[in-house]
């Protein structure tokens, strides 16, 4: 069908006042109106309107004092040849310009409509809103109507019987000519549209969610010049009362007048059977985290006599039920609605086909407890289906299920805590019960003489804060430096053993190794999943010591093992890789866990456990040669009075007074290397013999980095003083880490590394 476009010309008669109105700071001259032509009535045209300003104020075009044209005699009364694109019923336009000035002339554009038969006037002033009405102006608009032909006929109908089940869509199309001299429009005040007869605008029983309203079905699918035939397109549903209906229609000009013609359509309405059965659906049950979100799916087989469709006014989609339509806390935004969860895939499913609903489910920040979702099946509109018992059993587990965890102890304080972190939860640290519940915000913990104080709130017990949704916390306490974000949960409580306030990290082992700061990220990979693995196997066997009473497993310092968190991790990648590539592996002998010390470099052997800490032996501690050693060396001089006052208790020389070193010499020595008797010869004749241990403990790591070293005396100003030149770096048992280093270098897997400097081990999981 050819589409028509066109503007009808009217008459106008304009009044125009022949002098110009007394200046003042509002006022005006008509300069213009457009020229006459006739109309038809129900039709719309264009009118443009020129006035001088010949005021002191200057005009504008929007605003609280926009000046614009409005209807008079009466001021403000509802246009009576008002069209829907004015700016008000009472307002026919603003001018076109911004702004005029005095002597400018402003131009006014806008649409009228015809109504009416014969000569209609419409009398308009102008306004500057909010201000004043222009006193002596006016202008009149005056329309010759004429009569319009609204003539039609009935072309073509696709169907005058129909059958529908209950609650069903059916289409009707309907082809009518238009025998009139107007065109017909498809929107606007005077659209042309099919509508109830018989009697006319009555509520028909057919109305489908496509209806323009109860009584107007549809306009036509394009405006219908005259001689032109327009298409009708009906949608009618089904009421759920079966029997047969004869539904009549007609054709209507709105505002107008009703056509001539009229076409009726009968409509056997028969039952509608809306059944399913149910055919399986994805794990019923499910363990999620506040805000985890699982995709699930339920599938059904029509067993009814009517198809299933997945869009239209009668749409099957899955309902919550139990009660029916309720707003599900599984809610998520991917859903149809709140109280429905999704349709299928398919357009439609017809009867003996299944449908698989879809659908996504977000956990709730509602920890700890347990929801038995339900489901049914529904018609939009129509029908529920038969509930068939389907739901989900969704538990809300604790915030963050911790796998295989440990306990750091990051530092022991007297002040104020402050935790802080995208989404989190406090926990009462005995019974588990909320505290609060946390979005971007710092919180404060405070020890008490009876519990802890958050944010001002008391709490008579123990403190677990819980991240949501795998996120971090941010601890701030003296302490703690900026190494302060960490994974996993923080603890604040206070120790049974030494009464002191402790800041705890609980977390996975796994995650645990990741923030270990004990070798470079430069270090080759298999140097580093040693490392990993030595540094897991110490926190599990440190772990499995720890007794009821401790509230952590180890230290986060060289107590233990150095542990910096995510802060650390997070710009290491390399570390990250290693910890994730050796997931849960640990050194064992005889099947446990061993004892993995580490430390940074040999000197060329290692030692065995007995030779540096005494005690018993330890069959995997044992000494190896150690070919991958650094080969450089360290030294540094120690000052008599340095001395003196080190070993003063061991030599004696206070009490004796007066004495001075004169010598130092290893006296024995380890297979390793390893000073086993230091011999001190003082000045008044006594030697005395300190066993390493000793010496090592009285001297320090920074000062003579091991026990590996030659003695040179030297005279220092006039003192004696002595200069130690040793290898290696570190107590010296278990595996040097630069030696793993250049055994990596050399191509040796980490599981090579750790059985080597380990004697008689095995690597494999917890």
Do not use: C
């Amino acid at each position: 069908m050819r589409k028509i476009s066109f503007i009808l010309g009217m008459a106008l008669v304009a009044t125009m006042l022949p002098t110009q109105v007394l200046a003042s700071a509002f006022s005006a001259q008509l300069i213009s109106v457009s020229p006459t032509t006739s109309v038809k009535a129900g039709t719309t045209t264009q009118v443009q309107i020129q006035i001088k300003n010949t005021g002191t104020t200057t005009w504008v075009n929007s605003g609280a004092n926009a000046v614009k044209l409005g209807t008079i005699e009466p001021r403000d009364r509802v246009g009576k040849l008002y069209h829907g694109s004015w700016l008000s019923p009472n307002r026919a336009a603003t001018m076109q310009e911004v702004t005029v000035a005095g002597g400018e002339v402003a131009t006014f554009t806008f649409d009228v409509t015809a109504v009416g038969a014969g000569q209609v006037t419409e009398k308009l002033g102008l306004v500057a809103e909010g201000v004043t009405w222009f006193d002596g102006f006016s202008v009149s608009i005056t329309l010759q109507v004429q009569p319009a032909v609204w003539k039609a006929a009935l072309v073509q109908q696709s169907a005058s019987n129909v059958s529908l089940k209950s609650g069903e869509v059916g289409e009707l199309s309907v082809q009518i000519r238009n025998d009139g001299d107007v065109a017909w429009q498809n929107i606007g005040a005077f659209a042309v549209k099919v509508g109830t007869a018989s009697p006319v605008d009555r509520k028909s029983s057919f109305v489908s969610a496509s209806w323009l309203s109860p009584n107007r079905v549809s306009s036509a699918e394009m405006i219908v010049a005259p001689g032109e035939t327009g298409t009708f397109k009906l949608n009618l549903q089904a009421p759920i009362k079966t029997g047969t209906y004869v539904e009549k229609f007609a054709l209507v000009a709105e505002g107008i007048t009703w056509f001539d013609v009229n076409f009726s359509v009968t409509i056997n309405v028969v039952p509608a059977i809306y059944s399913a059965e149910y055919v399986g659906q994805s794990a019923s049950s499910l363990s999620l985290t506040s805000g985890q979100t699982a995709t699930v799916w339920v599938d059904f087989k029509n067993s009814g006599n009517t198809i299933w469709r997945s869009s239209g006014d009668t749409m099957a989609k899955l309902g919550t039920a139990r009660n029916l339509d309720r707003q599900s806390v599984f809610y998520d935004s991917s859903w149809l609605s709140p109280n429905r969860a999704a349709t299928f895939l398919q357009a439609e499913v017809k009867p003996g086909e299944v449908a698989r609903f879809t659908f996504v489910v977000r956990a709730p920040d509602r920890v700890g407890e347990n929801f038995k979702e339900y489901f049914r099946p529904v018609i939009e509109g129509v029908a529920w289906l038969p509930d068939l018992g389907v739901y989900f059993d969704i538990s809300i587990d604790e915030e963050l299920a911790l796998v295989d965890p440990i306990r750091v102890g990051l530092t022991s304080t007297t002040d104020s805590v402050t935790v802080q972190g995208s989404s989190f939860v406090i926990r009462r640290g005995t019974d588990k019960g909320l505290v609060g519940t946390y979005q971007n915000q710092a919180v404060a913990i405070a020890p008490l003489g009876y519990g802890y104080s958050i944010n001002g709130q008391s709490v008579s017990d123990w403190v677990r804060v819980i991240p949501l949704n795998n996120s971090v916390l941010t601890v701030n306490t003296s302490g703690i430096g900026s190494y302060n974000t960490f994974r996993g949960m923080i603890l604040v409580r206070r120790s049974p053993v030494t009464n002191n306030i402790w800041v705890v990290n609980e977390l996975s082992l796994d995650d645990y190794t990741k923030g270990i700061a004990e070798v470079p990220n430069s270090f080759p990979l298999e140097a580093q999943k040693a490392q990993m693995v030595a540094a897991r196997t110490f926190a599990v066997k440190k772990r499995s010591e720890s007794t009821s009473s401790d509230i952590f497993d180890v230290y986060d310092d060289t107590r233990h093992q150095v542990y910096y968190g995510y802060n650390y991790e997070k710009d290491r990648p390399s570390l990250v890789a290693a910890s994730e590539n050796t997931k849960g592996m640990v050194i064992k002998y005889q099947g446990q866990p061993i004892n993995a010390y580490y430390f940074s470099d040999s000197g060329g052997y290692t030692s065995n456990v007995e030779w540096v800490w005494g005690g018993n032996p330890i069959p995997y501690l044992k000494g190896v040669p150690d070919p991958w050693a650094k080969s450089d060396t360290w030294t540094y001089t120690l000052q008599q009075d340095y001395l003196k006052s080190r070993f003063d208790d061991t030599l004696g020389i206070s009490a004796v007074g007066g004495d001075t070193i004169e010598d130092i010499q290893v006296a024995e020595r380890y297979p390793s290397n390893w000073a086993k008797m230091i011999v001190f010869s003082l000045s008044n004749g006594r030697v005395v013999s300190v066993p390493v241990k000793t010496f090592d403990y009285l001297t320090s790591n920074s000062e003579l980095r091991s026990m590996n070293f030659e003695v040179k005396k030297i005279n220092d100003f006039g003192q004696t003083a002595f200069v130690f030149t040793g290898r290696g770096w570190g107590h010296n048992i278990g595996m040097p880490q630069w030696g793993a280093k250049n055994m990596a270098d050399a191509g040796k897997t980490y599981q090579e590394i750790l059985t080597y400097y380990y004697t008689g081990v095995t690597v494999g999981p917890v």
